[in-house]
Structure formats: structure tokens, C-alpha cells
């Protein structure tokens, strides 16, 4: 029990030193998400091409208990392919550009879509996409950001807490992330059922 707080605190600490070391690059990302985020309102706001039939089979998707279950799994494929891609991009400084494109424009289609739920549905879908959908998608795309954040500085040989780290706990911090993920396309899905949700956001 004492070592698995204590590799608790390893990766807390760990996270909060990733976040300082890379402070620019923690700041970058943040503010190209809600930059995409705001863009993704104004363009669906300004659309004057939205209709059921064009959005619906992009991200959105009627809220039956089986399209939820369904979404459940393309959510979590979804958020593991952009955490791998995230991490190949981290193995080169060079490439840290197009991974912040990549969490700007998960949230760009969060900002769209959401925007889109509350034109197509009203007061529901205003309910649905603040009390649900918003905290869980900006819940992930903060997970991701944190996760890409501390891959660049793993895959450096460095010093830390008072020694190397050994591949065992980088795993331990993978699979942490991992977890982050699988728990809040859980808690969405739960929501989802309990709201029984007219319509659902897949990205």
C-alpha cells in the first residue's frame, strides 16, 4: 500500500515538474485549444450549411442505448490513437507543432459540434453539451495535453527523483493516462444513459 501511494505522489510530482519545464510549450498548447475551441462556435454560429442531414454520421449521433455502448468503444479507440500519434510526434522537438495542431483541432470539433447540438436541439441539447459532453471532452483533451506534455520530456535520459527512470515507471505513468482515458469515457457514457441523451458526440 505504501508503494503505490508513493508512486501516486511520483507521478503528481512528476506531472507538476513536466508542466514547469515545459511551460511555454504547456501554455502553447492550452491556448491553441481554446483559440480552436472558439473558432469551432464562431464557424457553426456563422454556418448557414448545417442541417441533421449533413452533421449527423460526422460526430454526432442519435442517443440510442446501443449507439451509446457503440460510442463507448470509438471514443476510447479514438483517444488511444491520438495518445500514440501524441507520442511518436514527442520523439522529435521538431514535430511538437503538429501535435498541438492535433489537440486544436479535437478541440475545434468540440467547440462545432457543440454548437451544433444546441441550434439543432435547443434547451436539451444546451443541457446535454454543458453538464455532459463539454466537462468530459475538456476533461480528455486536458488529459491528452498532459500526456503529451510529459512524454517530451521522457523520452530524455534525465534525472529524477533522485534517479533515472527506468522504462517500469514510464510504463506506470502510460498506463496512469490510461486510466484517465478509460474513466472518463465511462463516466460519459453512465451520463449519457442516466440523461438518456437525444443525440451523442463522437470525436
Keep these: 500500500m505504501k508503494n503505490k501511494f508513493r508512486q501516486f505522489f511520483y507521478i503528481k510530482d512528476f506531472l507538476c515538474e513536466s508542466l514547469k519545464e515545459n511551460k511555454i510549450k504547456t501554455i502553447l498548447i492550452f491556448s491553441f485549444s481554446l483559440l480552436f475551441f472558439l473558432v469551432g462556435i464562431i464557424i457553426?454560429?456563422?454556418?448557414?450549411?448545417?442541417?441533421?442531414?449533413?452533421?449527423?454520421?460526422y460526430a454526432l449521433k442519435d442517443g440510442s442505448f446501443k449507439i451509446i455502448t457503440n460510442s463507448f468503444f470509438s471514443r476510447m479507440l479514438s483517444l488511444i490513437l491520438i495518445s500514440a500519434i501524441l507520442f511518436v510526434l514527442s520523439l522529435c522537438k521538431f514535430l511538437f507543432p503538429i501535435g498541438v495542431l492535433l489537440i486544436?483541432?479535437?478541440?475545434?470539433l468540440l467547440g462545432l459540434n457543440i454548437c451544433f447540438m444546441i441550434i439543432l436541439y435547443g434547451l436539451s441539447g444546451a443541457i446535454l453539451a454543458f453538464f455532459i459532453i463539454l466537462p468530459c471532452h475538456l476533461l480528455a483533451i486536458f488529459v491528452l495535453s498532459?500526456?503529451?506534455?510529459?512524454?517530451?520530456?521522457?523520452?530524455?535520459?534525465?534525472?529524477?527523483?533522485?534517479?533515472y527512470r527506468y522504462p517500469k515507471q514510464k510504463l506506470f505513468i502510460f498506463i496512469t493516462f490510461f486510466i484517465s482515458i478509460l474513466m472518463i469515457c465511462i463516466l460519459e457514457s453512465i451520463l449519457l444513459v442516466i440523461f438518456s441523451a437525444n443525440v451523442i458526440l463522437v470525436i
Design 44 to 57: 457553426a454560429v456563422n454556418t448557414g450549411a448545417y442541417s441533421p442531414d449533413n452533421i449527423f454520421g
Design 146 to 163: 498532459c500526456f503529451y506534455i510529459s512524454s517530451l520530456k521522457t523520452k530524455k535520459d534525465f534525472c529524477n527523483f533522485g534517479g
Design 104 to 108: 486544436g483541432y479535437r478541440a475545434y
